[in-house]
């Protein structure tokens, strides 16, 4: 990673870095991109979990099966192998059986506190959430209490009566099917006690709503983890707001290591602002290969 352009800036800004000092904003800014998210993506057998992995990636990154599975152990998928990578833990579905659930319970309590963010994907047309409801409230409330970003996804809302509304031209539903998906949405909201806006309503094989469930993600992770995942998701589901969001964060982690390192820095060159903007003005006319937008 050559930043020494940069460094030099930063020197003639009167922010003199020692070796060990421009080594300790390296590691830091090579963490951030090298960070490996870890996503759980939590849901049934047939709820559309890795087809909805491959429209957000744009890349058949989950194998995809109409036979039932029969896993016991999570299927971890990792994007681009090693740095600027994403884990993906497809979790087994529970209500396959009460001997099966008592073994996922134990699997998803070990796993939850290792995720980053999990989605929990449910079908439109599922009526039958019992299994879901006790999971939820039982094994994944109590981690979600600790400030653990959780989204419920409801997959397939195209099939959403009355079905025939919906617009393939556009890809999007039509005026009833629309008012139906949002009580959909409602009831699920109700049914495991989280507000509205924790259940996103799409559709991945028409790619609908995709960009709202990105936006949703990358503004729940914290700073240091979004970017990875951002640079990642198919370009069509980036948003303009989610880009200045996400570049936004990374700047500050520039500007707080530097400010960290340095000591009083602010008294040179007055804010994390003001850095983040030196920043990237030498990234706007440079172009790294690391800088992932």
């Not at 629309?178 to 509205?196: C, L, M, W």
């Amino acid at each position: 990673m050559q930043k020494d352009s940069w460094f030099d800036q930063l020197e003639k800004r009167g922010i003199h870095l020692t070796p060990d000092q421009r080594k300790k904003v390296e590691d830091k800014i090579n963490s951030v991109l090298s960070y490996e998210p870890k996503i759980g993506i939590f849901g049934k057998t047939g709820v559309g979990k890795s087809s909805l992995c491959n429209a957000l990636f744009g890349k058949d990154v989950c194998p995809i099966s109409d036979v039932e599975a029969c896993t016991r152990n999570p299927q971890e998928v990792i994007l681009n192998m090693g740095r600027n990578g994403i884990k993906l833990l497809d979790v087994p579905g529970v209500g396959e059986s009460q001997e099966r659930d008592v073994e996922y319970a134990k699997l998803y309590a070990e796993l939850l506190p290792e995720l980053d963010l999990v989605l929990w994907l449910v079908k439109a047309d599922d009526r039958a959430m019992a299994s879901d409801e006790n999971f939820y409230k039982n094994i994944v409330m109590p981690h979600l209490n600790q400030g653990k970003p959780f989204f419920f996804v409801v997959n397939q809302v195209d099939k959403i009566e009355p079905f025939r509304e919906w617009n393939e031209e556009k890809h999007e539903p039509g005026p009833n099917q629309y008012q139906n998906i949002g009580r959909k949405v409602d009831a699920i909201a109700t049914q495991f006690s989280v507000p509205a806006s924790k259940v996103i309503p799409v559709s991945a094989e028409e790619k609908y709503n995709l960009t709202k469930l990105v936006d949703e993600i990358v503004f729940a992770l914290p700073k240091e983890k979004n970017i990875t995942l951002f640079k990642e998701v198919d370009d069509q589901f980036k948003s303009e707001a989610a880009g200045e969001h996400v570049k936004s964060g990374f700047l500050e982690i520039i500007a707080d290591t530097v400010k960290e390192v340095v000591g009083k820095v602010t008294e040179t060159i007055g804010n994390a602002f003001e850095l983040g903007r030196e920043f990237m003005n030498w990234v706007d006319r440079h172009t790294p290969s690391w800088w992932p937008f």
